[in-house]
């Protein structure tokens, strides 16, 4: 068990970076285009322990284009705005990492 959470936080940790790396450069082209068009949505994460879900909100913020606006723990719901409309899996893709390392 112990092991395997190893992995899932070094796999979280690559994701993270690369998915970092993805947003700056995505980040760096749409504010060259202009195609920028903020929106608010709402997610709903399968992460049930407070930490989690507050470690996925730090993620989501450390990416380019999107910010954590709000986290309801309780009826686990993130607010998160990004830069343009995107699917769940695109604003958090490393959800499944966490859940691995910490639920």
């Known amino acids: ?34 195609d ?13 322990r407070p930490i989690s879900q507050t470690i996925l909100a730090n993620s989501i913020t450390l990416t380019p284009g999107t910010l954590s606006i709000d986290l309801d723990s309780e009826k686990n719901i993130l607010k998160v705005a990004t830069i343009v409309k995107r699917d769940k899996e695109a604003v958090i893709p490393f959800e499944p990492y966490i859940k691995g390392m910490l639920e």
């Open 1 to 34: 068990m112990f092991i395997t959470r190893i992995f899932y936080g070094i796999a979280y940790f690559v994701v993270l970076i690369y998915e970092i790396i993805k947003a700056e450069i995505d980040v760096a082209l749409r504010t060259i285009n202009g």
């Open 36 to 48: 920028v068009k903020p929106v608010v949505m709402e997610i709903e994460t399968v992460l049930e």
